[in-house]
């Protein structure tokens, strides 16, 4: 596996975290984690333990799902020979989704009210499965980031644990950062949540025109054979 898959993961798991739905789910967990302020350790921990469930969550999903397919060796040889044929209208559809062509309202959400009650009122231990369980929280945004964007990455690199690992740190990176600012800066957390809701929009329209074009370029090389230099 080259950098550039690591940095891509990365990438899928950052767009996931400060998609709509998803970063609903991190303020939730950010408010969470802010119930300690004045104890510096556990608020750190509780950010820590919140991103290990996410990544554990991801890698569980993700050994599972491409285990499964390269158990079968015609699956197998299947989708790394027609791979690159398929990441095109994926990548287009994925780009498609980002930019909200698609509905985004539907969610499948494992995190009901009883629960965030039920976290708000317990330890900094929950800060994990609450991790788990926002990550489980699907809506088509993060849905598509992580089975049409990661998981072909993962079948392509061979790859069951480490890039759904690297891809649920990213989800996680703005609850770590907030947690950091909490726990050392608080009078800067309303500066930079504004800060970051100001540039989600723009960072998602960029990112859903670079995947169309990139589906486009898979699509005309791989499909249509066009050679493009």
Request: net charge positive; glycine share 10%.
């Amino acid at each position: 596996m080259t950098w550039l898959v690591f940095v891509s993961a990365l990438w899928l798991g950052i767009l996931t975290a400060i998609s709509p739905c998803p970063l609903a789910s991190n303020i939730a967990a950010i408010s969470f984690v802010g119930r300690q302020v004045g104890d510096k350790p556990k608020v750190l921990l509780a950010g820590l333990l919140y991103t290990v469930g996410r990544t554990v969550a991801y890698v569980v999903l993700g050994v599972i799902i491409t285990a499964g397919l390269f158990a079968s060796g015609d699956v197998s040889r299947f989708l790394q020979r027609y791979m690159n044929e398929a990441l095109g209208p994926i990548l287009i559809l994925l780009g498609m989704t980002l930019l909200g062509m698609f509905g985004a309202s539907l969610s499948f959400n494992a995190v009901n009210e009883k629960v965030q009650s039920k976290a708000e009122k317990s330890g900094t231990w929950f800060a994990f499965p609450l991790g788990v369980l926002f990550a489980l929280s699907f809506c088509p945004i993060s849905a598509g980031l992580f089975f049409a964007g990661l998981l072909p990455l993962c079948v392509k690199s061979s790859s069951s644990v480490i890039l759904p690992l690297v891809y649920g740190v990213g989800t996680a990176l703005p609850v770590v950062f907030f947690a950091f600012l909490i726990a050392f800066g608080g009078e800067y957390l309303g500066k930079a949540f504004n800060c970051l809701q100001r540039v989600e929009l723009w960072i998602r329209r960029i990112a859903g025109v670079l995947l169309v074009l990139a589906g486009v370029y898979y699509t005309l090389v791989y499909i249509y054979e066009l050679k493009i230099y």
